[in-house]
């Protein structure tokens, strides 16, 4: 087990073109970062420079306080868990495993290394599996195997690189806890990739997200999505995606296409002397006015809009809203899906209802949301302006506080099924 | 990859390169030593001449090569084409078709092309000699067939079961009549497959010794390969080393203008039915 | 040049019933049709006068005395077999067989590396270089290196250390088969290695990097990882160098004539049918070398399968 540290780490290619670009990321020991982003962002080149399959071109990458930068990934002494598991097809699932500690000649004898696959499987339930040749494995065995390889070798890191993205959607999810319950079992140092935000905000106690191989921010799942930094990361966290308004300044209001918002001073010292702003409010603040008691709608602002398409999901329901956007924000809502691989379709505002609300397509329907929960950003930079650093820390405290009660509540549980299986 | 491991990949490049060229760089300078320069004992000539090529394009030994290179250009190729049309057949059904015997197919021209053909020689040239195609084009031609078209119909297979045939069905969904769709669509995706298997059994066939040497007498068909074993010196005591490395010279450069010209599809070729299978 | 038919995955067939529909029925007979006229040929040209061989070889029968052809039954095949020389020339075959594969399959093996590791800059450069003596006459390359070696003509005497510069390499048995294999091996090695590259290729580079991540060293990833899951390519890249190398005949034509003891079989066939127009004596020669090379491939086909069973099926 290990820290491992990144300082203005930086990848460049031949051509010039910056993978990864001045990246630092402290990673404590037993903790379990993700870095995420889209396709073409560096997350995987970051991942393989750790690992020492890419060469660094300049900054440090440190593991356990040594500089491992000209290591060869042999003495790095991490496991990877590939995309598509890399399993070797000619070895039965056991000699897989095996695999890592037959390579150290002389190191172990016959018995240790029975003995270590053993107990990988029976942590893995694969101990039916173990002489059947990979190709003969389900998806999720494949993984497994792989992970087990990972385990037996007792590395002082774990890493993943988009290891679920060739599962269908229910083992995904099914893994996806698999792989938390063994890390936090382990307590294993785990850098986990992916392009899937439902994977970084389930599975990380941090995440790190890139785009065009800069990070951008750093933090708990949860402060990610309250507090994000920028409106890549506002865009990129959540589902369905924030919803982006122009939001024009005008006396006491912020007028949006739908709704006008009153200023408070607060706010308004935000925007400072800005005439237009971009104004992010996530589907799920937006509430069918007709579902809610007085008092709420009163400390918020309602507005009717013309609902074009709906969506009823069951546990909750989407609506659908057209508006006209403004030209001088609409290129950096482009850019900015573009750089979200978005497909860039109409500007239309989505609503996430109560499963309880009426709204049906073509309805004219009044809904509501909090100002309080809008988030502003600068049309040019696209900065937060009203991000808190210091509730945003405050949220990253009570991650990491519930994260240590979380691990060691797994321990203690593992501790006392090993007692019970030894007084047995 | 580090600097030190790219520059040894590069000695290794280097190296491969000077073990492919050096055999020819060497009969290319043989062709160019004069009788009298031949012992000198070096790789390269004292001085550059051209009187081998004299010798055999229009000297003495032309009587002997010219011929021979007229049979070997015509026999190999018509062996090539009658091979690759019969094999395009038989490929087209074993890659598309669903018939009994697919396999007996390719089980016999695979059979055939590890056949000896030293010992299909023998009963041959017996053969051959009673019905009087021994030393004509076509007693060389027939006995060809044997190399070539096994090889075309594997090499063939393997190219058209690449082939994505529902285009063809997709052009006459376009309105493509079954002539427009052959033409349009069918041949720009076998033709390269087609021409790669020509050109492999054209090296297969213009290769050839065994055949060439057992079954003509005369220059009437032997071809090149034999023709060289038959050189002899411009004098009796002369060896006829000059003149053989010229003609091997001669022979050798359309091997490496197709070569060069077709690299990557013969590379294709070469490995494609051999380990996809 | 293709893998046996074993290879081959076989065909996806919807279980059929008895009855073969109309369109199925037209289906295979164009498909015979379409197969007929190849398969005629291969048979004719094949097929006809092997059994005319096994036949010839039957009697006692010289084209220089065409009458006193009589029945021996298997009398020319006791001849041969009892023969020093029949032994003399399979030792040389043999010989000569398992030199060549196995420093082709080593070298080549190398050769493919470079080639794989090389920068694609390089590639097409080398892959043309390297088709070149595969393509070159089979005569032409055993005429560059005899006078390579020659005593007038050559220059090796001079290059190399140790040897004495009025060495007749084609004077004795052993520096004769040296340079008939160097020859052999320089003209069919870039063949194996194309192979091998292509087996190389299919080995996925994610099964190298997490053998370099579980701590193999280079040596350990080529042994435990490369070599193991190219195990197709090799044995199709042995199974038809090994065949091929059976039937040598142009380079010992051309370099020794069969001096020096250097005859191999099917050089012994030629001369017996060819040039001493022992049509009965030489077709045995030529039965035999054709039961040699069947039972080769059958002894590889047989190991080959169980092999080829574990590589191919175990794709990810």
Redesign the interface.
Known sequence: MAAITLSHVVKKYSDGFAAVNDVSLDIEDGEFVILVGPSGCGKSTLLRMVVGLEDITDGEISIDGDVVNDKAPRDRKLAMVFQNYALYPHLSVFENIAFPLRLEKGRYSEEEVRRRVEKAASTLELQEHLDRKPANLSGGQRQRVAMGRAIVREARAFLFDEPLSNLDAKLRGQMRTEIARMQRRLGTTTIYVTHDQTEAMTLGDRVAVLKKGVLQQVASPRALYEHPVNLFVAGFIGSPPMNFLPGEVDGDVLRLPLAEVPLTDELRSRIGDRDLVIVGLRPEHLEDADTLDDETRGHGVTFEADVDVVEWLGAELYAYIPFETRDDVADTLAELDRELDGENMRTQLVAALGAESHVRDGDVAELWFDPARLLVFDPESGDNLTYDEESARRSDEESVEERRRATERARKRADRSRDRDTAA | ??GRS?AW??V??L???L???F??A??VS?SLKAPSD??N???LPSAVTWQNYELILTGSASELFLPALRNSVGICLIATGIAVV??A??A???AR???????F???????????????????????W?AIGLFDTWAGLV??Y??IT???S???LT?FFREIPWEMEQAAQVDGATTAQAFRKVIVPLAGPGVATTAIIAF?LA??D??YG??LTSTEAARP??AA??FFTGASQFE?P?GA??AA?VI??IP??V???LF??Q??AG???????? | MSATTSTAPPPQRAPRTPHRSDRARQEARLGMMLCAPAILVLLAVVGYPILQAVWDSLFSYKLTNPDARSFVGLGNFVLVLSDSIWWQALGVTVLITVVTVAVELVLGFALALVMNNALSTLRPALRTAILIPYAIITVVSAFAFRFMFDLTSGFMNLWLPFVPEDLDWFGSFGTSMAVVALSEIWKTTPFISLLLLSGLAQVPGELQEAAKVDGATWWQRMRRVTIPNMKAAIMVALLFRTLDAFRIFDNIFIMTNGAAGTESVAFLAYRQTIQRLEIGIGSAVSVLLTIAVALIAVMFVKGFKVNLAGSTRAGR
Not at chain 2, 110 to 123: E, G, H, W
Not at chain 2, 270 to 277: D, E, I, N, P, S
């Open positions: 990859m580090s790219t990949w590069w290794g490049a190296a491969i390169v073990y492919c060229m055999p020819v060497w009969i043989l031949l012992d004992g070096s790789f019969l094999a057949l038989c087209y059904a074993v078709l669903d018939f009994p015997g697919k396999a197919v390719l089980g016999l021209s695979l059979a055939v092309s590890m056949f000896p053909v030293i010992s299909i020689v023998t009963p041959l040239f017996n053969i000699r027939i006995p067939l044997s078209l096994p090889l119909i594997w090499t393997a090296f213009w290769n010794f065994v040497i057992s090149v390969p060289l074993a060896e080393t053989i490395s091997a022979v050798t091997v490496v197709l070569v060069l690299q990557r013969i590379v070469l490995t494609q039915g051999a380990v996809k299978g």
